[in-house]
């Protein structure tokens, strides 16, 4: 005798993915999606990108709502350049450890002990960080923005790995730096990856800029997620080794397949073999049923204060003309 359906289980069509095309056309929604989401998620979506080309994509939106499937702070930047639009999330939960670790109090405490100096916040962080920067940066942008301040003293938040490479990339060597990181970035383990480079021979390391030094050191390429994503497909190796959230691979194999080839992808290793701890927790909270009841309840919704949206703008504004 089989048992009865739960009621979760009842609770969703049959055919998830045409139900929420269906939903998104029904709703008139515009579905944005980061590169650390499931497959599944990125391949519904209209647009898929870094955080620099959602930024930029949500500057063009002409529908009435935003389904944003990447973390909070995505979300809140979507919604900031759109004030007049209905931002859904599937998961209010799915925050970022840069941002939560980055508190718009303790970071004001922290600028205050460097007076004069500009600040320049990576877009991984709260609105109320962002409204009261002088400037947002990507980590596709983050040394041209450091440069459009030179001569200027500079505070850089919240990631220090970033600032560290932003720091070298541009020469300078007096960018102060709250002492955040990314708890993805941070679990690749360099003693682990000099192994699999020697067990890989003529392997090319791929890496973000959020990682270690000691990671660094062993790239061989340095870039965004989506300067990531370009080089592996461009690259003449024929194994790539890559130290960032493996939701990248899906872009690469699709971009590959389109152009006939194949590669083999290796995620740089973490520091605990027992656990998918290079996985963003946060991206993966999103799952296709949560997005579905997103677009069909329109929640939750992801909101930003007036006051707080019209100065947060300003800076990501200004990254967007630099940017363009």
């Given at each position: 005798?089989?048992?009865?359906?739960?009621?979760?289980?009842?609770?969703?069509?049959?055919?998830?993915?045409g139900a929420i095309r269906e939903l998104k056309e029904e709703r008139n929604a515009v579905l944005l999606a980061h590169y650390y989401q499931e497959d599944e998620i990125q391949d519904l979506a209209d647009f898929v990108g870094d955080?620099?080309?959602?930024?930029?994509?949500?500057?063009?939106?002409?529908?009435?709502?935003?389904?944003?499937?990447?973390?909070?702070?995505?979300?809140?930047?979507?919604?900031?350049?759109?004030?007049?639009?209905?931002?859904?999330?599937?998961?209010?939960?799915a925050g970022c450890s840069l941002a939560d670790g980055c508190p718009a109090d303790e970071l004001q405490a922290f600028v205050d002990k460097h007076p004069g100096s500009k600040l320049v916040s990576y877009i991984n962080c709260s609105?109320?960080?962002?409204?009261?920067?002088?400037?947002?940066?990507?980590?596709?942008?983050?040394?041209?923005?450091?440069?459009?301040?030179?001569?200027?003293?500079?505070?850089?938040?919240?990631?220090?790995?970033?600032?560290?490479?932003?720091?070298?990339?541009?020469?300078?060597?007096?960018?102060?730096?709250?002492?955040?990181?990314?708890?993805?970035?941070?679990?690749?383990?360099?003693?682990?990856?000099?192994?699999?480079?020697?067990?890989?021979?003529?392997?090319?390391?791929?890496?973000?800029?959020?990682?270690?030094?000691?990671?660094?050191?062993?790239?061989?390429?340095?870039?965004?997620?989506?300067?990531?994503?370009?080089?592996?497909?461009?690259?003449?190796?024929?194994?790539?080794?890559?130290?960032?959230?493996?939701?990248?691979?899906?872009?690469?194999?699709?971009?590959?397949?389109?152009?006939?080839?194949?590669?083999?992808?290796?995620?740089?290793?973490?520091?605990?073999?027992?656990?998918?701890?290079?996985?963003?927790?946060?991206?993966?909270?999103?799952?296709?049923?949560?997005?579905?009841?997103?677009?069909?309840?329109?929640?939750?919704?992801?909101?930003?204060?007036?006051?707080?949206?019209?100065?947060?703008?300003?800076?990501?504004?200004?990254?967007?003309?630099?940017?363009?």
């Amino acid at each position: 005798m089989s048992a009865e359906p739960t009621p979760i289980e009842e609770a969703f069509p049959e055919d998830l993915e045409g139900a929420i095309r269906e939903l998104k056309e029904e709703r008139n929604a515009v579905l944005l999606a980061h590169y650390y989401q499931e497959d599944e998620i990125q391949d519904l979506a209209d647009f898929v990108g870094d955080s620099l080309a959602l930024a930029q994509a949500a500057t063009k939106v002409d529908r009435d709502v935003i389904a944003f499937c990447g973390v909070h702070f995505m979300a809140e930047t979507a919604k900031i350049l759109n004030p007049d639009r209905k931002v859904v999330v599937p998961d209010l939960e799915a925050g970022c450890s840069l941002a939560d670790g980055c508190p718009a109090d303790e970071l004001q405490a922290f600028v205050d002990k460097h007076p004069g100096s500009k600040l320049v916040s990576y877009i991984n962080c709260s609105a109320e960080v962002k409204a009261m920067s002088d400037l947002i940066c990507t980590s596709s942008n983050a040394v041209k923005m450091v440069k459009h301040f030179e001569g200027e003293p500079l505070v850089f938040a919240p990631d220090r790995h970033l600032a560290r490479w932003v720091s070298k990339e541009s020469g300078r060597d007096d960018i102060v730096a709250w002492p955040g990181s990314c708890i993805v970035h941070e679990q690749f383990s360099a003693k682990a990856l000099t192994k699999l480079t020697m067990k890989h021979a003529g392997a090319e390391v791929l890496a973000h800029p959020e990682c270690e030094q000691a990671v660094l050191d062993q790239a061989d390429f340095i870039a965004s997620t989506t300067g990531i994503i370009r080089r592996a497909v461009e690259s003449p190796a024929d194994t790539l080794i890559i130290a960032t959230e493996d939701g990248v691979f899906h872009q690469i194999e699709k971009e590959l397949a389109e152009a006939g080839r194949s590669k083999t992808l290796i995620q740089a290793p973490g520091m605990d073999e027992s656990c998918a701890c290079n996985r963003c927790p946060f991206m993966r909270l999103n799952t296709l049923e949560k997005l579905y009841l997103c677009l069909r309840d329109l929640k939750p919704e992801v909101t930003v204060p007036p006051e707080i949206a019209e100065q947060a703008r300003k800076p990501i504004e200004l990254m967007l003309k630099l940017s363009a």
